[in-house]
């Protein structure tokens, strides 16, 4: 028997082929609570095509689906706007089973494309701005570099005002209903926000400078179909904003205070800093890393005017768990914080340097060299934490204020 996938219809001539993956729950250093989709659509022209594929072990609901509309040999033209693995993952076998007349891509997503798969067949290169005939219909390309790798781009059906935006506007979110607006929308923000905060964050300039320059062409969008997560056939403004208000990374009086503790002496600490954030008038956000996955941390900071980072030392480093993140935060590039560093120690105490230094490095500005306390805090150190708290709320409405 047939897989039962089948396709799902978006407009007359537009249909969801993709592929829903419940179980996934670490997309590269991602927590994906909720899993995620590869979309893929099928544009019945004149010139049948297929836009992106989706991840290999789903190559058989993708091609299930195509089915339940034509033939997959029928297939014309497939279109390739991002060489990642998961959307691209299929690409040879896909090419394999509908033997295309052309394959299309970027120039930087040739490449890619090639140098992946070591691909003895053409792929053809389409320029920025460069329409493709698809018989009754077309396409118009859009580069859209570094949002986010160098291949990224847009292809747009203007028959039908449809916009195939690739990686951006989307979420990582497995659902049956394929509508962002069959969805929750508290459910569609926090995905959305933690897809932006973790994938395209160090590209904040560039979103602005593309929402800007989408306005210019005065193009007409319907319909935002993305490659992750819901598809948007109503109040597009509300996603467009979202990423406009994400990309300005606008400091806000909320703290994250995020630590991790062997026998809770820096838990203690990060209590005590988070009283005095209070008192001072911020909105402390506590993140203990055992229980507090990178992601959410980078999630929490999107929308934050300050982090403030704790780690005990072990073995005269910092704590494993806290290294990690600062590593991960620090490719995401976050803007417009305040911070700290603080921890206990036992002997040598260099965590608290060394985690003062990661900051440096991302450039948050610090309110001081940090807050070492030798082992277990007490009434006089603990003071000491909630005098940090306070300083750095101060910052915080300081910040807040100028921006």
């Not at 537009?14 to 996934?24: E, K, L, M, R």
């Not at 935060?329 to 206990?344: E, Q, R, T």
């Not at 030798?374 to 940090?388: I, Q, R």
């Amino acid at each position: 028997m047939d897989r039962p996938f089948k396709a799902i219809k978006v407009t007359d001539n537009v249909y969801w082929v993709g592929a829903i993956d419940w179980g996934i729950r670490d997309f590269h250093g991602y927590l994906t609570e909720r899993g995620t989709t590869y979309n893929a659509f099928l544009v019945m022209a004149d010139k049948i095509t297929l836009i992106d594929t989706v991840k290999p072990p789903f190559l058989s609901e993708l091609l299930a689906r195509i089915s339940s509309v034509v033939d997959p040999k029928e297939i014309d033209y497939v279109v390739s706007n991002h060489a990642e693995m998961d959307h691209s993952g299929s690409l040879v076998d896909v090419i394999d089973v509908v033997q295309p007349e052309k394959v299309f891509a970027s120039s930087m997503g040739s490449k890619a494309l090639k140098e992946h798969f070591h691909l003895d067949r053409e792929i053809v290169a389409v320029k920025n701005g460069e329409s493709l005939s698809l018989g009754n219909l077309s396409l118009t390309f859009l580069e859209t570099r570094m949002l986010h790798w160098p291949d990224n781009m847009f292809s747009y059906l203007p028959e039908e005002k449809l916009l195939f935006s690739q990686d951006a506007f989307g979420m990582h979110l497995a659902t049956s209903e394929r509508f962002a607006d069959e969805i929750d929308e508290s459910i569609l923000e926090y995905e959305g926000e933690k897809y932006y905060a973790n994938i395209l964050l160090p590209f904040s300039a560039l979103v602005t400078k593309l929402l800007d320059k989408v306005g210019e062409l005065g193009i007409e969008i319907d319909i935002i179909a993305c490659d992750h997560g819901p598809i948007w056939r109503k109040d597009l403004d509300k996603i467009i904003g979202w990423y406009s208000k994400w990309a300005q990374q606008k400091p806000t009086n909320k703290a994250v205070v995020v630590f991790d503790t062997m026998w809770f002496s820096t838990a203690k600490m990060a209590e005590a800093i988070a009283e005095g954030l209070l008192a001072g008038g911020a909105q402390p956000k506590i993140m203990p890393l055992k229980s507090s996955h990178r992601s959410n941390v980078a999630t929490e900071i999107l929308e934050a005017g300050a982090v403030v980072v704790g780690s005990p030392t072990l073995n005269n480093n910092m704590y494993p768990t806290v290294a990690d993140l600062l590593v991960y935060l620090k490719g995401l590039k976050p803007k417009n914080l305040v911070g700290a560093a603080f921890g206990s120690y036992g002997w040598s105490g260099e965590a608290v340097g060394q985690v003062r230094g990661m900051l440096e490095e991302m450039k948050i500005d610090l309110v001081d060299e940090g807050l070492r306390i030798k082992f277990v805090p007490d009434g006089d150190s603990l003071s000491k934490c909630f005098d940090l708290g306070l300083r750095v709320a101060e910052k915080i409405k300081a910040l807040c204020e100028s921006a």
